[in-house]
């Protein structure tokens, strides 16, 4: 059974700094397609970034420059470097992976990330 952990969250200033990291039990994460995503308080789930089994980045455009997505092959793992964190940053951060060319996609439970004074 595959399951995916994220860890990391907490409450940080603005302008500050987390690293969400999401842990793979039961594959190598190195096989999928994984993405960040974030859902805030009564708003929809949207995708921050993405990293590919070859390494490629994507980020929305709102995290541009500020988060940086990699892998970890040794750790089996992915993280979310994020810098210069605003409030607006605040929400759900959620961990997905999708095997390419199948039907098999699995999501982490969510880490909670708060950006406030």
């Known amino acids: 059974q595959v399951q995916l952990v994220e860890s990391g969250g907490g409450l940080v200033q603005p302008g500050g700094s987390l690293t969400l990291s999401c842990s793979a039990a039961?594959?190598?994460?190195?096989?999928?397609?994984v993405g960040w995503y974030r859902q805030a308080q009564g708003k929809q789930r949207e995708l921050v970034a993405t990293?590919?089994?070859?390494?490629?980045?994507n980020y929305a455009d709102s995290v541009k420059d500020r988060f940086t997505i990699s892998r970890d092959k040794v750790e089996n793992a992915v993280y979310l470097q994020m810098n210069s964190l605003k409030p607006d940053d605040t929400a759900m951060y959620y961990c997905?992976?999708?095997?390419?060319?199948?039907?098999?996609?699995?999501w982490g439970q969510g880490t909670q990330v708060t950006v406030s004074s």
């Open positions: 990293i590919s089994t070859g390494g490629d980045t």
């Open positions: 039961g594959t190598r994460i190195s096989a999928f397609l």
């Open positions: 997905h992976a999708e095997l390419p060319e199948s039907s098999f996609t699995f």
